[in-house]
């Protein structure tokens, strides 16, 4: 029964609860009603039963009642006595308020009495305890100069700025400024502001050119190689909606400032201690020695330099940076600034030692690089010097080759020939050690530079966004104006110091370097500095003034300084000397001459690539509104030098050097296509082992690789002098055809090999597959060996068709056959050099239609018409002295023991002009010179019998022995198959010695080899009268019958 289960039955009792559960829960209900149980008595058969169960329910009813009287009775009886309590402490109460009431009414009847008398009282204690306050400050302000002394002797700077500010604050308390008593303090305190001042700023300018102690350069010295580098610079404006970057942007949320001309730190209030070294705020000093050799602070940490000052807003900022410890170092002296409301002045003071204090560091640069140049001269390159002691040898940038040591007749070697058609020294060359010492000393100085800018961006960054933080709290919202670009007021709170200016005078000063090297005059560069000052002053937007004067940045160079203004509070740091050059003394010069072999205009080649890397490197660190200026600076003056003056001197230069090398007038030794004499016996592919090149063509391939070498330094004007060297080079390839037609002009062998038939069957012989092709391909020629035949047999008939053979349509000059041989190889060597260069370069640059690659086929075409003239001439000249064989009877009286004269002629010709030859080509080349001379003498041998009168016995021993001479001179060529020509003189030899043989026994070796020879050459054995033989009327007949089966 749900009912009942909370009431209090005993634990003995529990019987209780199982009854009570019994019970119907109608008996407990709310509004009780007995019919039902009266009707259900009544009704039932059991009455005494039913009447007894409800008893039993009422006894334990009765008996749960009884124990919850007894289980609540005392709980009763306590609450009454409590509450009987209470109401009678409520009446003591409410009579102890009356009485109080009553007493208070008196002691307010007996005060009022005495007022003023304890106003009095008040008035004397509050003013006691103020001059006891007082005195307490005074006997702590009279300490602070000597704890100031102490802290800037341990170089605690921030702390001594601190507290130097705080006691200022303090002297300007009321009760405090007419103690005559700290008017000594007060001058203390004065003094050791401006001491401050420049300790900070001294500090501050070590550290921008990374002199100091937490300089990033020293900071790095022992730094690991997995470690970050020095932090990248984000661009920022001065905007509050715009960010700054990540070494700034840490800086942006203090409260730091000036306003209304005097410094106000949230940490400085009426209750703090006047030296910030209470024992409570005291920082103890922190071990930096592991973030200095790790260039990075551990979180949480306070760096050495801040370990005894007052914890405040910027302290927590610097210990939660993650900033490089150079850039903390320059945050904390910027901040020190601020405080002591210094900023214009530092500013100025900057600017005003800035260009002096490069111009130290780049001549100590290069200073210390000739020490250490000379040094390393002298303990390890005396051996190299020795060696070195005649012409150097140049090394192209992009093909390594050796200048040949051959001498010539004069003794002089080609390396001075080559040389002195070149404008440069080897020394100047594009791969010459000037050229490198120039590139490695720029490297090391604008690396330098990018380093102190660097520090410039960071400085920067913080003065301005101080200004800035002061104009936006001085000025109202409305009259803010846009700060995107520098105005007048900006310029004037940092003293004139800006990253535009500082960027001006690093790239003015780097740009006086570069004109040192390259012997540029004033004049020249001031006048392209002009140009960039224009060019910067229409790109940046001038704001308005009060006085309506215009305002803008400029590239001030060196010979163009710009003046800078001063603030008035600037003036007496001038006047007391801090600063120990003015910005406008004559500097001397950087002293660069002691470094650099050699000083010339030549070497802004070196100069161009050093400045494209400075000027990315300048750029990613430039904020956004000054990015103009990483375009208009140093790049622009070289790429300005590169393209006004370098270039049009360098072409100026390479066309008397190329007119030179082509010219017709001996250059220290033969002419420019004259084959040199004394050439080694044996040719060589090889320049360094006296490959025989024309000397013309031989300087021109050395122009074009060293103007190549100009290009792939500066890669920006690599289409200009691609453009220049197709230029010289169609220049000479019209001079070689000149030399070339001076050759061959009226003769029959040139007239031969431009006819269209002869061409074709030239292209399809076989032989010419040794002629020159392009780099990687070969000549493919696939016909069969019957084709091959064929091909040659008709070309040797149209060669046959052209008798009788003039002389004076042969070229009789020997030399100019060598020449002929000789500007073949050296075309084709310039071909595969020109298409060496064409595939390292990606500028294909047409002149008049062709490219590089076009010039190299032009060039290999005139290789291949030389030595096809050659070939033709050759085989014309076996022709001209086979037709002797002609027209003549060879009815000898005696056994022949010698050739005929003319056989004797051709092959003491084809002699001497194979060992004139021999130097100058290659061994193909001279198989496919000499190589056509063979077939052509065998099939005039065999064709001049039809045309013989008459031959007998000692004849054909006559003609037998002329075929040996032959022989033996083409076999004693070494390129020359000898089995092949044994093969085709023999083949001449058997037919002629088919005319000692009887009718009927001639009439069966036809029978046997009626393949042999043609129909026609078997007629002319027929033909032909031979003493002692008699041939049959039908012999002709018969023959064509056995030839016809």
Same mark, same amino acid.
């Given at each position: ?100 009431? !009553? ?91 401006? !001491? =401050?001042?420049?300790?900070? =700023? ?37 905007? *509050? ?58 979180? $949480? ?60 560091? %780049? ?46 007749? /004069? ?58 933080? *002061? ?55 001031? &006048? ?46 001038? @006047?007391?000397?801090?600063? $120990?050059?003015?910005? /406008? ?33 300048? &750029? ?15 790049? &622009?003056?070289?790429? *300005? ?10 072409? !100026? ?20 296509? @004259? ?125 046959? *068709?052209?008798?009788? %053979? ?29 298409? $060496? ?5 990606? /500028? ?15 060039? @290999? ?64 080349? $001279? ?25 007998? =016995? ?7 022995? /002329?075929? %040996? ?23 001449? @030899? ?56």
């Amino acid at each position: 029964m749900g009912f009942f289960d909370g009431l209090p039955v005993p634990p003995d009792k529990e019987y209780l609860r199982g009854e009570l559960s019994q019970i119907d829960e109608s008996w407990a209900a709310a509004r009780f009603d007995s019919l039902p149980h009266v009707v259900h008595i009544l009704t039932s058969k059991d009455r005494e039963g039913e009447v007894q169960i409800l008893k039993e329910q009422s006894d334990v009813v009765e008996e749960v009642v009884d124990e919850v009287v007894h289980a609540y009775h005392s709980g009763f009886n306590k609450a009454i006595q409590n509450y009987s309590q209470i109401l009678r402490l409520f009446s003591e109460s409410a009579e102890s308020i009356v009485t109080l009431k !009553v007493d208070l009414a008196e002691a307010k009847k007996r005060l009022g009495t005495r007022n003023k008398q304890l106003h009095q009282l008040w008035y004397r204690s509050v003013t006691l305890r103020h001059i006891i306050s007082l005195l307490d400050q005074i006997e702590g302000i009279a300490k602070v100069p000597s704890r100031i002394e102490k802290l800037i002797a341990e170089k605690q700077y921030y702390a001594a700025v601190q507290l130097q500010v705080q006691s200022t604050l303090m002297l300007e308390r009321e009760g405090l400024q007419t103690v005559g008593a700290l008017q000594d303090v007060r001058s203390e305190l004065t003094k050791l502001r401006g !001491v =401050l001042f420049y300790k900070v =700023l001294e500090d501050l300018h070590a550290h921008l050119y990374n002199k100091g102690e937490y300089s990033s350069i020293a900071s790095s010295m022992n730094e690991r190689d997995d470690e970050l580098p020095t932090t990248t610079v984000v661009a920022f404006t001065m905007s *509050n909606s715009q960010s700054l970057s990540r070494r700034t942007r840490l800086m942006k949320g203090d409260n730091h400032g000036f306003i209304e001309g005097s410094y106000r730190s949230g940490s400085v209030d009426g209750g703090s201690s006047l030296d910030g070294h209470d024992e409570e705020g005291t920082l103890e000093p922190q071990d930096e020695s592991k973030d200095i050799k790790s260039g990075a602070q551990i979180p $949480r940490q306070v760096p050495r330099w801040l370990s005894n000052s007052t914890p405040d807003e910027f302290v927590e900022i610097i210990k939660k940076s993650g900033a490089a410890l150079h850039v903390k170092y320059l945050q904390t002296m910027v901040e020190c600034l601020c405080m002591l409301g210094k900023v214009a002045a530092a500013g100025a003071m900057i600017c005003q030692r800035l260009r002096p204090t490069i111009h130290d560091i %780049i001549t100590s640069k290069i200073k210390a690089h000739a020490e250490l140049v000379n040094s390393s001269k002298s303990g390890t390159c005396q051996a190299a010097q020795t060696a070195t002691t005649g012409l150097h040898f140049l090394k192209g940038q992009l093909e390594s080759y050796q200048l040949p040591k051959q001498k010539l007749q /004069n003794g002089i070697s080609v390396a001075a020939t080559l040389l002195s058609v070149s404008p440069v020294s080897p020394v100047m060359a594009p791969a010459g050690k000037a050229q490198a010492a120039a590139k490695d000393l720029l490297d090391s100085i604008l690396d330098t530079v990018v380093r102190i800018f660097e520090n410039h961006v960071v400085v920067g960054e913080l003065l301005e966004s101080k200004s800035t933080q *002061n104009a936006d709290m001085n000025t109202p919202r409305s009259m803010i104006i846009d700060v995107n670009f520098p105005d007048s007021e900006t310029s004037q709170a940092t003293g004139g110091y800006s990253i535009g200016f500082s960027l001006t005078v690093l790239q003015s000063e780097c740009q006086q370097l570069i004109c040192e090297i390259l012997r540029a005059t004033p004049e020249a560069a001031s &006048a392209d500095a002009a140009v960039q000052t224009a060019r910067l002053a229409s790109k940046v937007p001038s704001v308005e003034k009060k006085d309506g004067s215009e305002d803008g940045l400029t590239f001030a160079f060196r010979f163009t300084d710009a003046s800078i203004s001063i603030p008035n509070q600037g003036v007496d740091l001038i @006047r007391q000397g801090w600063s $120990r050059r003015g910005p /406008n003394v004559i500097q001397e010069g950087y002293g660069s001459a002691a470094v650099l072999p050699e000083q010339g205009i030549y070497l802004a080649a070196s100069a161009y690539r050093p400045v494209l890397q400075f000027t990315d490197k300048i &750029a990613s660190m430039l904020p956004k509104k000054y990015s103009q200026l990483g375009n208009d600076g140093l790049l &622009a003056f070289i790429e *300005n030098f590169v393209k006004d003056h370098f270039l049009p001197t360098m072409f !100026v230069d390479y066309r008397k050097g190329v007119q030179q090398a082509i010219s017709r007038n001996t250059i220290t030794g033969p002419a420019a296509f @004259r084959p040199r004499a004394h050439t080694t016996a044996a040719y060589t592919s090889s320049i360094e082992k006296g490959r025989p090149v024309l000397q013309g063509l031989l300087a021109i391939d050395f122009l074009a690789k060293e103007v190549f070498g100009w290009a792939q330094a500066m890669p920006k004007f690599s289409s200009d002098l691609v453009k220049f060297v197709q230029t010289f080079l169609e220049r000479t390839y019209e001079r070689c055809r000149t030399s070339y037609m001076e050759a061959v002009l009226e003769k029959q062998s040139y007239m031969l090999i431009g006819r269209h038939d002869i061409e074709k069957l030239m292209r399809l012989d076989p032989a010419s597959s040794c002629l020159p092709n392009p780099l990687g391909k070969a000549n493919m020629n696939n016909a069969s060996d019957s084709e091959s035949a064929s091909i040659e047999s008709e070309l040797i008939e149209l060669f046959l *068709n052209l008798r009788p %053979i003039k002389q004076e349509n042969l070229i009789r000059d020997d030399n100019k056959l060598i020449l002929l041989a000789s500007l073949s190889d050296s075309l084709e060597y310039v071909a595969d050099s020109i298409e $060496r260069l064409t595939l390292r370069t990606s /500028n294909q640059v047409e002149v008049n239609g062709k490219n590089l690659a076009s010039f190299a086929d032009d060039y @290999r075409k005139l290789a291949i018409d030389c030595l096809k003239v050659l070939r033709v001439e050759m085989q014309l000249e076996t022709i001209f002295h086979m037709q002797e064989m002609t027209n003549r009877e060879y009815l000898e009286d005696q056994d022949a023991e010698e050739p005929d004269d003319f056989i004797i002629s051709l092959t003491a010709q084809i002699t001497r002009r194979d060992e004139e030859m021999a130097p100058f080509v290659a061994g193909v080349k $001279r198989n496919y010179i000499f190589g056509g001379i063979c077939s052509v003498a065998a099939n005039a041998s065999i064709k001049a019998l039809a045309d013989m009168k008459a031959i007998n =016995l000692f004849g054909v021993q006559q003609i037998c022995r /002329n075929s %040996i001479a032959l022989e033996q001179a083409l076999a004693a060529i070494p390129s020359i198959d000898s089995g092949a020509v044994q093969q085709k003189l023999d083949h001449v @030899r058997s037919y002629y010695e088919l005319l000692n043989m009887p009718f009927e026994a001639l009439l069966a070796f036809i029978t046997e080899h009626e393949h042999l020879f043609t129909a026609t050459e078997y007629a002319s054995l027929l033909k032909v009268q031979v003493p002692g033989r008699e041939i049959p009327p039908d012999a002709q007949d018969r023959v064509a019958d056995i030839l016809s089966r």
